[in-house]
């Protein structure tokens, strides 16, 4: 809790308990959850809070950059605690989002160019059967 709250601090969000609650859920949960998902669990340990303010708190880390979002699904925004370029896999049967590790041959956002254009962001989605249920079958 106190790494999370010099996060905020460093960004210069006020560290109220709130924020840092959904900041916790986010580290501790790398399944990259919805801000619904995010609410669902926040409210349980946090009964006053509400959608309105999880929803504002989510958009706040993002545009501060403490999160990532990713519109993998093509559906909802799906958030990252991890914010190092990376990119991911969705199964399209289980739903699960995956970190995926690899080199990108498009190199690293901010340090290229692409037909001129300065990248900033650079993200890879995969989708298809992930490992788990390719065994269940
Ligand atoms: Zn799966
Ligand atoms: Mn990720």
Redesign the pocket.
Known sequence: MKELKKLLDEKEVKPTFQRLSILKYLEEN?E?PTADMIYEYIREKVPTISKTTVYNTVHKFLEKGLI?E?TITGQEARY???TDS?H?FLCEKCGT???IDINCPHGLPGQNMVRGHKVEEIHGYFKGICKNCLQKN
């Open positions: 790398r990259h990532k990713l990252d605690f991890v990376h991911h989002i995956y970190d």
